[in-house]
């Protein structure tokens, strides 16, 4: 095709094969499905759902552009866009960064044409264009020729005469004559050189957003100057708008106010050596394993109930972060981050509860860096957002750990990009959290400016005073400017009854200036996203000190070459086990009823010591400490006061201090005497003494005991009542069977059933691989050939319309799929298929037999069979057409 473009689809048509891929690989949500030619696609990549997904991935300059173009003439030359960008006197970054945004709004079908006619999608420039209902981010209001459509004839004329124009002989001229005296630089300052100093000011207050304002019945006599010459054209009833012509020349050309064609900086930048960085990674890695363990530990025997609305409790969060001696939000991350890792569920039982998952115990079996792998693999790819936990949902109710309403699909995106900017960095360089903050609100403006990071939708223009104060010129700012049509008065000096209402405090004072160029509220979700994502990397030990680690880099740098996120975290792992700690095998027992960790234990003696004893304080080294509880605790699971001598004698690198073995002695001697059984309950000795003991004592009271023999009391509370009620009196009952045998208890026996981890809520359609693409490709150029291949005429009673599939007998049909077999010729066929869908194909037939005909298919570029009774006609191809 040769000349220039007219369309959206003649420019796809155009492209490179090379072109086409990029701009389905940028915009996935083309593909599906996909289109049949290139018309269906720029027809697809025109729609609206489509047009805000491409939008809403651009950057700031990129996207300040698109609104440079949505507010200049259709179509733009490339210079005027220029000078709309850089203002009269130009900017020699926005100059050098300008033709990188236009070709990425090219790239992504957003603006079309040649660079002396560039055309924005219609679609893209409704949602950006200014209107009364959405004023455009750039806080430009409409045209003359827009903002005076409708008015009368003669108040034209009275505008021009005011204005120093001639008159002209109808509305037309007279508006093209208004439009060129604002877009002329001279004539303008001429004009404003005459205007009272309140009325300037008035000027200045709309110049940057919103352009909207209010007048009385009586306008002062500074704010009737401004009506008469046109420089405030009426908006509604009661309302006026600063025309767009006007705006740019005030502003010296330039739509926005601060154009940012450059990221921000990340800086200022904080050396560490990369080797320290890496072991205070390694060092809160263990942490974050131990932690969960600590997690699983705890909720061995069954964790909290779960709500009707689903998800924990505040109350069981709280005591949850006790147990982990943390804060009720770090608790929230480490459930959360064992829930995606698939560790923990619920059981689904009637009596619905929390607890430990089967793959819980084969994740506890693995070595340390694949353990880790895991969890860094659950949560580089989760979307549940633990930083929510606590926070209402749109219907005001508090969202719960572990429940549902937490997933925010931008999360992956958000922690991949952020840890990318990091990985950027020189090892050991750490950055403050504002700049990386900064830089995703540059590269993502529009999703930084809504929680759902959607664009803007179009505001009423009805807000309370001074509501919309400023307008940015970028997308994030355009909710200031739609919300700036308020109605505060902006009153000059002696503004009296006629002031104008228009974006400032009706006490008079100007309000809040206007934010920088897309400024998004420092509270936005993609800021909260990365600000929780540098958070958690700490705790992960992904970062160190505030620097990627060099396992942390290979983990973003290997998510980065397209692999899974299990993949990149198992290359990651592998450089972060040499630096954790190695087990140890053995404890030094000390004679306060202690033992000392000097290091990690092994799982077994882990999990057999913490039995034994309780954890009095972790860190570098683990402080156990020896109680008759604790022991007690070790003899219900089972264990021989011989047995435990043991296994404190071959496992101590110091001998068995005398307090602890004569405590261990003593508990074991008591232990037992007492047996606890279901009647309701009963309690049975053979020493009634020690009975008689227990039914004097007051603390026994509450347990309703009587007897029933001398070896015998029976109980008005349940079994496991009883029993903590007895060793919260100093004794060491043991629970038997209906049988008389002593009820061993041993930990880890409640678990659910198998679970599989919570699925990642997609962003959007899933990004094509380079196999999709090129098929794609071939698809629609195929379609497109067939679609816009020249057919030589058909012999038909009446001629089709256009697109119409083609229409013959059965008898035409097979005579013409036979001719074309002998002189090797394409047809167009129209054909339906067994579902009933209509197509159209260029074919080249092979062989027809048996009422089928085999054919080279270029649309589907294979060869196929086609039942003859399904092709609904057939025409011949002119001879230049394949």
């Keep these: 095709m040769t000349g220039t473009p007219r369309t959206l689809a003649e420019e796809l048509r155009t492209r490179t094969d090379r072109g086409l891929v990029g701009l389905l690989r ?158 002329d630089r001279a004539r303008m300052a001429a004009l404003l050189d005459t205007a009272p100093a309140e009325s300037v000011a008035v000027l200045d207050k709309l110049l940057w957003g919103p352009p909207y304002g209010g007048v009385t019945d009586r306008p002062a006599p500074h704010l009737q100057w401004l009506l008469d010459r046109g420089l ?50 390694a060092s809160q890695a263990f942490t974050a394993l131990a932690t969960v363990e600590e997690l699983l530990k705890e909720w061995d025997l069954g964790g909290p109930g779960v709500l009707r609305a689903g998800g924990m409790s505040v109350r069981d969060l709280k005591r949850t972060a006790t147990a982990l001696d943390t804060t009720e939000q770090l608790a929230a991350f480490w459930l959360e981050l064992a829930y995606g890792a698939g560790l923990i569920a619920s059981d689904g039982e009637a009596d619905e509860r929390f607890a430990a998952t089967p793959a819980a115990e084969e994740w506890l079996q693995l070595p340390d860096h694949e353990r880790w792998a895991v969890l860094a693999a659950a949560w580089l790819s989760a979307t549940r957002t633990a930083g929510l936990v606590g926070s209402a949902d749109a219907k005001g109710r508090a969202l719960a750990a572990l429940g549902p309403h937490l997933d925010r699909s931008p999360a992956p995106e958000v922690r991949r990009r952020a840890l990318a900017l990091l990985a950027g960095l020189p090892p050991g360089t750490a950055v403050p959290a504002a700049a990386v903050r900064s830089r995703l609100q540059w590269e993502r403006p529009l999703r930084s400016a809504g929680a759902a990071g959607q664009v803007p939708a179009p505001a009423t223009g009805r807000t309370p005073a001074g509501a919309g104060a400023g307008a940015g010129a970028g997308a994030g700012a355009a909710t200031g400017a739609a919300t700036g049509a308020a109605t505060g008065a902006a009153t000059g000096a002696g503004a009296g009854a006629g002031a104008v209402e228009g974006g400032v405090p009706s006490s008079g004072p100007a309000g809040p200036a206007p934010g920088p160029a897309g400024s998004a509220p420092a509270d936005d979700l ?8 540098l958070t958690e990397a700490e705790l992960l030990g992904v970062t160190g000190r505030g620097a990627l680690s060099t396992h942390g880099r290979a983990l973003i740098d290997a998510t980065s070459a397209d ?91 110091t001998p068995v201090p005398q307090p602890l073995a004569y405590l261990i002695d003593d508990v074991a001697r008591k232990h037992g005497r007492l047996r606890v059984g279901v009647a309701t309950a009963y309690v049975r000795c053979d020493d009634d003494a020690l009975l008689s003991e227990i039914l004097a004592d007051r603390r026994a009271a509450t347990l309703r005991l009587r007897r029933l023999a001398p070896t015998v009391l ?55 691989d380079a196999t999709l693409l090129t098929a794609a490709v071939r698809a629609i150029r195929a379609g497109d050939l067939a679609a816009t291949a020249e057919r030589k005429p058909v012999r038909a009673p009446a001629p089709a319309a ?43 037939p092979v062989r027809v037999e048996g009422g089928f005909v085999t054919a080279y298919d270029h649309t589907s570029d294979e060869v196929r069979t086609y039942p003859l009774h399904r092709i609904t006609g057939v025409a011949e191809l002119a001879d230049d057409s394949v």
């Design 714 to 768: 029976a109980a008005q509370t349940a079994p496991d009542q009883l029993l903590d009620g007895l060793r919260a009196m100093g004794y060491a009952p043991a629970a038997e069977s209906t049988a008389g045998d002593v009820l061993i208890a041993r930990a880890d026996t409640y678990r659910t059933p198998p679970r599989t981890a919570p699925t990642p809520v997609p962003d959007g359609p899933p990004a094509p």
């Design 563 to 653: 692999t899974t996120s299990q993949s990149a975290a198992a290359s990651s792992a592998a450089l972060l086990a040499p630096l954790l700690p190695e087990p140890v095998d053995h404890v030094l027992l000390q004679a306060d009823l202690t033992a000392v960790a000097p290091g990690p234990l092994h799982r077994p003696l882990a999990d057999a010591l913490g039995v034994l004893a309780d954890i009095e304080s972790k860190g570098g080294a683990t402080v156990y400490r020896f109680t008759p509880a604790s022991v007690r605790r070790a003899l219900d699971a089972g264990r021989s006061a011989v047995e435990l001598q043991e296994f404190l004698t071959a496992h101590s690198r």
């Design 26 to 183: 940028a915009r996935p949500d083309l593909l599906n499905p996909v289109p049949g030619d290139v018309t269906q696609l720029a027809t697809r990549a025109g729609t609206r759902a489509s047009v805000v997904r491409a939008v809403e991935r651009l950057d700031r300059f990129v996207l300040q552009t698109a609104e440079a173009l949505a507010v200049a003439p259709d179509p733009c030359p490339y210079d005027t866009l220029g000078a709309l960008m850089g203002g009269d006197t130009g900017d020699a970054a926005v100059a050098a960064e300008l033709p990188r945004a236009v070709a990425e709004l090219r790239a992504q079908a957003l603006v079309w044409g040649p660079d002396d006619r560039l055309r924005l999608v219609r679609t893209a420039r409704e949602l950006l264009s200014p209107s009364a209902a959405h004023p455009s981010p750039t806080g430009l209001g409409p045209t003359v020729a827009e903002a005076a459509a409708g008015m009368s004839p003669g108040r034209l004329q009275e505008i021009i005469a005011a204005a120093g124009l001639p008159a002209t002989h109808d509305p037309v001229t007279a508006v093209a004559a208004l439009s060129a005296l604002f877009s």
């Design 526 to 533: 993609r800021s909260r996203l990365a600000q929780w994502t």
């Design 802 to 844: 256009p697109g119409a599939l083609p229409r013959t007998t059965s008898a035409e049909t097979l005579a013409t799929m036979q001719a074309a077999v002998l002189t090797h010729s394409a047809l167009w066929i129209g054909y339906v298929n067994a579902d009933g869908a209509a197509s159209q194909r260029v074919i080249a």
């Design 232 to 281: 405030l054209l009426p908006a509604g009833a009661r309302n006026v708008v600063l025309p767009r012509e006007a705006a740019l020349h005030l502003r010296a050309g330039r739509a926005h106010r601060t154009p940012e064609p450059v990221p921000p900086a990340l800086s200022p930048v904080t050396e560490r050596d990369p080797q320290l960085v890496d072991n205070a990674a």
